[in-house]
């Protein structure tokens, strides 16, 4: 059973949301704090330089932090106390100075300490009036009551050391959930320590990271200390197509206090939002105006979908536990806004008035990175979408927010996770959900060229989108004016073909949202062939841009690749010549077959006209660095 459930997760909102990098070793006395620089084990003159790190701005001399629990019974609280020192190397290294400390209702941050340390060792300490407390997502939520204290450290220099430190105290028997132990600079050494009734076992797992777990073991009625402490740490390179953070980073995760199985996750949010679920009359009856003319449970759930995803704003109003608990269904419904969870909310909802099962179901999305199943908790989560199991049907996923999302798919980043499906009565069910293969994720162009003697062409073409490539067209296109969709296709057509003039062009598919997308247009090129001892040289090459390969350049490769989806490419040109010229197809037709995928070329002619045809085809989303040479030959041969 767990004990106060929303006060535990109440209290950890800012954190699961800011990605911040938590981590103690005492700072110096506040006395001393502007004279004397002594830390235990760390010899200043002895740290290394440029010379050790010539291809680094910054690194961590120490991360330190230390989380302690204190009190019994009704008054209790937590104490996370973090110190943390930095060397600055050269210019690049001096955003490390700019520092951030995220907090959330029932948090209070105190004793803020910081200052720079000189290569002359000349002392600047920071001071208290600038420390700003702000906003902690101010263009992320439309209001949220998640803040941080920030400031920048003072006299920044190459060589210099900045070192600061704070205390969290935090309402109730808390446990931090989570350390990062790696940064994207390289780390000396980073260490967390708890300290916590002797009669807790705390559930946590270490990932990407073997150290020992340093116990000091106290019987029941004193505290216990655990410490994880890791050394030489290199950075986190950066790659294009590279996991999710979480996913390679070295980091410590906890099960928060009481959880301990999955349907004790699910036993929560069920706590938090199963009456904000609550058919009200006018729920019911906008449900059953919308389903009124449907047969089937399914026919009714499509409607009452695409009216939620058509008609509710994303707008994200998070004060306490409204990171995580809904808002009320009525209440959506009336303000005709809500974030993720408060459409799944109002989905369940709606469903529900007409008898049809919907429940709310928590999400790591793709992007967000792999949950681990193994330790249960909510922290895993950063989004909130529903799930139907219809009789007729193995089940149908709905995920509102996504604007350019037809009924019966989700999103590419909702695609392939395991998510936590939450039942009646709070009972929980991890589910895989299904991910789309290259054939449903489309983009195909067709374009009829007729050539003029004079080497332009006039042009007419459509591009024909299906699945993921559909929808993210649709999300981009959403909040477009027709102005900015006309600008939009300029730029794109003026890529393939400088110059191009664009006469007209129309978009389907949009309302209602349903695949395929199509994109009609016609334009003019004035060059569009090269003209060559009275011939007309058409290179298919100047308009097809692949650019896939200019990203993987790089001889080796730290990171696995991990594509977003597996999608399918197809591109047709008919090409008109103008009368009485002769064709002669220097091209050969081809194709290429490959674990990674699949590429072709076509060609044919028929009296004036010639056909090219080419596609490629990516099959395998996730390339280790093992393979990532025989990935990059798969694409040069393309």
Known sequence: MITNRSIYFKLFISVMFSGLILSFLSCAGKNRWATEVKWA????????????????????????????????????????????????????????????????????????????????????????????????????????????????????????????CYNMSIKGRTLW?????????????????????????????????????????APDGFKETRTWNASDLPPVVNEFGMPPAKDIISRLSFAPIGVKTWDDVAGW????????????????????????DQENNRDKLKKIYEWVRDNVRYIAVEIGIGGFQPYPATQVLTNQYGDCKDMSTLLCAMAGAVDIPCYQVLISTRNNGNPDTSLPSPFHFNHAIAYSPLAEDSGIWLDATEKGCPFGKLPWY?????????????????????????????????????????????IRGRMVLKGAAASEMRENFYYSSRLEMKQWLERYLAERYPGASLDTFSLRGMVPVEDPLQLNFVFSAPSAVLERNKSL?????????????????????????????????????????????????????????????????????????????TGFQLDETDISPEKYGEFQEFLSSV
Do not use: C
């Open 177 to 217: 959930h989570s350390w990062i132990f790696q940064e994207e600079i390289p780390t000396l050494q980073s260490r967390f320590t708890l300290i916590h009734p002797a009669e807790w076992d705390p559930i946590y797992r270490l990932y990407n990271l073997e150290v020992e777990t340093e116990v000091i073991e």
């Open 414 to 458: 909702d695609q392939g996770v395991p998510v936590l499906v939450v039942k009646e009565r709070g009972e929980g069910q991890l589910i895989m959900t299904p991910i789309d293969s290259s054939g449903v994720n489309i983009s195909k162009e067709i374009w009829d060229i007729k050539l003029i003697e004079d080497g332009s062409a006039d």
């Open 41 to 164: 084990d760390i010899d200043i003159d002895q740290l290394p330089g440029s010379r050790e790190f010539p291809e680094e701005g910054a690194f961590v001399v120490l991360d330190d932090g230390r989380m302690e629990i204190f009190g019994s019974g009704t008054i209790s609280f937590s104490e996370f106390k973090r110190h943390k020192i930095i060397k600055i190397l050269d210019y690049h290294g001096e955003r490390f100075a700019n520092v951030k400390i995220p907090y959330s209702s029932g948090v209070t941050v105190n004793d803020i300490r910081a200052r720079t340390i000189s290569p002359s060792g000349k002392i600047t300490v920071l001071r208290q009036e600038n420390i700003y407390d702000v906003n902690l997502y101010p263009n992320f939520v439309f209001y949220s009551d998640q803040r941080a204290k920030i400031f920048t450290l003072p006299a920044i220099e190459p060589g210099s050391i900045i070192e600061y």
């Open 537 to 613: 040289i058409f290179r298919p090459s100047d308009i097809m841009i692949f650019r896939l390969p200019h990203f993987f350049r790089s001889r080796n490769r730290i990171h696995p690749i991990k594509f977003r989806f597996p999608f399918r490419n197809e591109q047709e040109f008919r090409i008109k010549t103008p009368a009485h010229y002769n064709l002669t197809i220097i091209a050969q037709s081809d194709s290429m077959v490959s674990e990674y995928g699949v590429s072709w070329i076509s060609v044919s002619s028929r009296e004036d006209t010639i056909m090219y045809r």
């Open 269 to 292: 949010y069920y706590e938090l939002a199963s009456d904000r679920m609550s058919v009200t009359e006018e729920i019911r009856s906008l449900a059953e105006n919308l389903t009124e």
